[in-house]
């Protein structure tokens, strides 16, 4: 069902309310993002969502905690497991700023998420379709919806400044 919005003319658009939702949540991402680029970490943020609450967020900590598996998604799975006491995130949605890698996509499905919404996609590890699709071209117990190019262009953004500041540190050592 759409909501209808005047745009200063008497003409409306159509926006649908699954969009605004997307979009809100999103955000929200990009807020864990942010929090992450503060500690010089890869500014990616995670949302998790059930019934249209969050109920998990986090943010990359590879960095901070000397851990490679402090990804993001896979903290936020924790938490969400945590609140929900059990390891099966059943109805429950992931807004990722960027395109999981192979450990994530695959932390995604068995821990029963219904769907994921990404922000910028990865070519270089990107395992949920540009690099390879754990998602869809394999035959797992669980299958995962994937809805890809969420406010593209902020999670973009947040990515290529970071990457930006770092080549300048980097260049001044």
């Known amino acids: 069902m759409g909501v209808r919005v005047p745009l200063g003319t008497p003409k409306f658009i159509n926006i649908k309310k699954d969009d605004f939702m997307q979009e809100k949540f999103m955000q929200e ?3 864990e993002a942010k929090k992450a680029y503060e500690k010089m970490e890869v500014p990616v943020g995670c949302v998790i969502v059930k019934d249209n ?3 998990a967020r ?3 900590l590879k960095e901070t905690k000397f851990d490679t ?3 993001a998604e896979i903290l936020a799975i924790q938490k969400a497991s945590k609140k929900l006491k059990s390891w099966r995130l059943l109805n ?3 807004y990722i700023t ?3 890698c192979s450990m994530c996509a695959g932390a995604i499905i068995n821990s029963r998420i219904k769907k994921v919404y990404i922000g910028a996609l ?5 395992a949920a379709g540009s690099v390879l699709n754990l ?3 394999y035959c797992f117990n669980h299958k995962v919806e994937i809805e890809k190019n969420v406010l593209k262009n902020e999670c973009e953004e947040i990515l290529k400044n970071f990457f930006k500041e770092l080549r300048v540190i980097k260049s001044k050592k």
Not at 122 to 126: P, S
């Open 122 to 126: 990865d070519e270089k590890t990107g």
């Open 29 to 31: 991402a990009l807020k």
């Open 92 to 94: 429950c949605e992931m």
């Open 58 to 60: 986090a943010h990359n």
């Open 135 to 137: 998602f869809e071209d």
């Open 69 to 71: 598996t402090k990804h």
């Open 98 to 100: 960027l395109e999981p």
């Open 53 to 55: 609450k969050i109920i």
